[in-house]
């Protein structure tokens, strides 16, 4: 059984900075690529940044320079670290794994996140 425990989201001013946690529960898999997702109302769920368990990182444009990813491998934990923040980054983030035999999709319960400006 697969658990993603997520925290840190909050409301914060345009500006602002918060670091978002998620700690995942594994024990029969290694974790491949580890990533954060965001989703607004009415809109489909989008990447934000993925980190590979090698450390390489990517991220969607508007969020570069802005925000940052990181991986603890030992502790199982992602991480995403995100400065400068404006109102449109308000959102839903979810946290992502991917991992097992078929490399498949494990997702967090979501954190708000509100920037207001």
């Known amino acids: 059984q697969v658990r993603l425990v997520e925290s840190g989201g909050g409301l914060v001013l345009a500006g602002g900075s918060l670091r978002l946690s998620c700690a995942a529960s594994v024990t029969t898999f290694s974790i491949n690529d580890m990533g954060w997702y965001r989703q607004t109302p009415g809109k489909q769920r989008e990447l934000v940044a993925t980190v590979s368990r090698g450390g390489n990182t990517h991220y969607e444009d508007s969020v570069k320079g802005r925000f940052t990813i990181s991986r603890d491998n030992a502790k199982n934990t992602v991480y995403l670290q995100m400065n400068n923040l404006k109102p449109e980054d308000t959102a839903v983030y979810y946290c992502?794994?991917?991992?097992?035999?078929?490399?498949?999709?494990?997702w967090g319960q979501g954190t708000q996140v509100t920037v207001s400006s």
């Open positions: 992502n794994i991917k991992g097992g035999v078929f490399n498949r999709d494990y």
